[in-house]
């Protein structure tokens, strides 16, 4: 267990780095056509789905990591066999959608609550993010107009 909670927790810290990044780089795009802000967005929005498509490969990588150690646990398929289709599963549980064809048994449940976790603020912090940058945009296109 103590060795699924490190791995758990060294890629969730890794996964906040990456996404407090990404926002940052993301925020200093500057929109210099404000009449091409639709296409702006559009790029963002498809860099913060990058970004999460990043975080849940590193917790793919992981489940594959530790399903190496059998004692940790794996993951398995409808049919009770040992499933090896580890993006998937990530990609399910990041994004809480469950749908129970691929169960975690063993330590590795730990993980995979901290990923559902992760997954939830992460997307959470995305949303609002956006919101509050479309607000600033939108301040900055009525200033322009204004002029």
């Not at 404000?34 to 849940?56: C, K, P, Q, V, Y």
């Not at 398995?76 to 048994?105: A, K, N, R």
């Amino acid at each position: 267990m103590t060795t699924v909670l490190l791995v758990s927790f060294l890629v969730v810290v890794t996964c906040i780095a990456i996404h407090y990044r990404s926002l940052v780089f993301i925020s200093q795009f500057p929109i210099k056509h404000l009449s091409r802000h639709r296409w702006w967005i559009n790029a963002l929005i498809f860099g913060a789905i990058m970004t999460h498509i990043i975080e849940i490969t590193l917790f793919s990588m992981a489940y594959y990591f530790l399903s190496h150690w059998p004692r940790l646990g794996n993951i398995q398929d409808m049919s009770g066999e040992p499933s090896t289709d580890f993006w998937y599963y990530s990609f399910v549980v990041f994004t809480s959608l469950g749908f129970g064809d691929i169960t975690p048994h063993g330590s590795i449940r730990m993980m995979t609550a901290l990923e559902t976790l992760t997954g939830l603020i992460l997307i959470a912090w995305t949303a609002s993010f956006f919101i509050v940058q479309m607000q600033h945009w939108e301040r900055d296109f009525e200033e322009k107009n204004n002029r």
